[in-house]
């Protein structure tokens, strides 16, 4: 039982990092996106 608990901790663990990892990224295309069509917008 207790291996058991330790796989799935760990693999839970990696999905946060994935998750912690990929919510910046994603806020920063969407940041990205927004000053682009503020930039054309001004043009």
């Known amino acids: 039982m207790s291996v058991n608990q330790e796989?799935?901790?760990g693999k839970n663990t990696d999905l946060s990092?994935?998750?912690s990892q990929a919510?910046?990224?994603a806020v920063v295309t969407t940041n990205c996106k927004k000053s682009a069509e503020a930039i054309v917008g001004g043009i």
């Open 23 to 25: 919510v910046p990224l």
């Open 17 to 19: 990092r994935e998750v």
């Open 7 to 9: 796989g799935r901790r």
